[in-house]
Each structure stands twice: as structure tokens, then as C-alpha cells.
């Protein structure tokens, strides 16, 4: 299954809305989840299930979406969100990544 | 918490084997499906095997299939990657991270080791 996430980067400041979609080629249910990756760091779980939250993640990230469209959405972006963001699918294997958004400060 | 520790990359020839060990503190190691991802320099995340709490499944990419084996010693607390015929394109970072599994169904990888270096180079 082959993950497209969009857009590639963009440029943010803090405390904009901000929103990046994962599209998947073909129908995953809700077997989504999304990680943010920071330079040198292990990825870090922020969401499973297309829309729960992981324990100790900030309110205000948010996922929605089924089937094949998805969205991560940070409501109020902070400094410490400047990150890399990824989805990935487990529907079945292999698992797949999209090919991840760096979100970049303006 | 949970930790994951990796260890075992290097600097490696092409064609030559190389395994990597991912040891979790604590006593929930057992109750974990656990993962390889990897990371090529500057690119994305890439899965690379799986295998299930009690060994019994086990899936690979398409790109190791065949070369790498996933297996795991419970008794140690310990997962490992056997990694054979490395190719310069097996060249990233490798991650372990453990995901909960259940009837209900799977929660996300949520705790990741801080990764372990491979280089395959002449």
C-alpha cells in the first residue's frame, strides 16, 4: 500500500493552523498512525487509530479521516512542532511510511 | 518507561553479514510485537520486519526479504535483526520500537531505541 503524504514541506509560524494529509492507495479502515521525527531523534507516536490520541501528546494535534483520506492537524503550532511528520499504515504488510512533511519555520 | 537500546551497527563490506541486538528494560518486553525501521541518510522511514510477542509471525519488507531475519529472546529481553548479503543501499540507521498488540488491534509503535548506525561501503 502506498502512502502519499502533502504537501513535501511547508513553511509555518507559531501559532498558525496547520494541516497535512496522507492518502493512501487503497482502503486502510482507520489503521493509521502518525509520528513526528525531530533532526537526530527517534520518531516520536503521536496518534493511532487515524484519530486517538497518544498518552502525553499536546490536545492539540488531531487526526481524522477513513478508508483512504487522512489528515494530521496541529491546532496552535508551537516551537517544539517544527518537525518532520509521518503516516503510516498497518492494514496489512509490509507497513509503509508516507514519505513524510517537514514543517519548517517562516 | 520502557527503554530500547540497540546495538551491533557498523561499518560493513558488501555481501558481508552484520546483526543487530535491541535490549528493552522493564519486565512488558514479552506482552510486544516488536519492530525494525530504518532510515537511509536524509530520507524517510522505511519498516523493515516485524515478529509477534511469541515469535509464532513474522514479516519482512520486499527489499530484505530473503536476507534479513527478525527473531527475539524473550528469557533476555531482547530483539534482533540478522542482517546477510548487506548491500550499500541497506546503509541507514536502524530503529527498534514495540507496538501493542491485540484481539482489538494494534496501537502504534510508542516506544523507539535512539537507533543504531549501519554503513555498507567498500
Known amino acids: 500500500i502506498r502512502m502519499t503524504q502533502s504537501p513535501s514541506s511547508f513553511s509555518a509560524s507559531t501559532g498558525d493552523r496547520v494541516t497535512i494529509t496522507c492518502r493512501a492507495s487503497?482502503?486502510?479502515?482507520?489503521?493509521l498512525a502518525w509520528y513526528q521525527q525531530k533532526p537526530g531523534e527517534a520518531p516520536k507516536l503521536l496518534i493511532y487509530?487515524?484519530?486517538t490520541l497518544q498518552s502525553g501528546v499536546p490536545s492539540r494535534f488531531s487526526g481524522s479521516g477513513s478508508g483512504t483520506d487522512f489528515t494530521l492537524t496541529i491546532s496552535r503550532l508551537q516551537s517544539d512542532d517544527f518537525a518532520t511528520y509521518y503516516c503510516?499504515?498497518?492494514?496489512?504488510?509490509?507497513?509503509?511510511f508516507g514519505q513524510g512533511t517537514k514543517v519548517e519555520t517562516k | 518507561q520502557e527503554q530500547l537500546v540497540e546495538s551491533g551497527g557498523g561499518v560493513v563490506q558488501p555481501g558481508r553479514s552484520l546483526r543487530l541486538s535491541c535490549v528493552a528494560s522493564g519486565s512488558t518486553f514479552t506482552f510486544y510485537a516488536m519492530h525494525w525501521v530504518r532510515q537511509a541518510p536524509g530520507k524517510g522511514l522505511e519498516w523493515v520486519a516485524v515478529i509477534s510477542f511469541d515469535e509464532r509471525s513474522k514479516f519482512y519488507a520486499d527489499s530484505v526479504k530473503g536476507r534479513f531475519t527478525v527473531s527475539r529472546d524473550n528469557s533476555k529481553n531482547t530483539l534482533y535483526l540478522q542482517m546477510n548479503s548487506l548491500r550499500p543501499e541497506d546503509t541507514a540507521v536502524y530503529y527498534c520500537a514495540r507496538e501493542k498488540a491485540t484481539i482489538a488491534g494494534y496501537y502504534g509503535m510508542d516506544v523507539w531505541g535512539q537507533g543504531t548506525t549501519v554503513t555498507v561501503s567498500s
Open positions: 487503497q482502503a486502510i479502515s482507520s489503521y
Open positions: 503510516q499504515q498497518y492494514s496489512n504488510y509490509p507497513r509503509t
Open positions: 487509530a487515524a484519530s
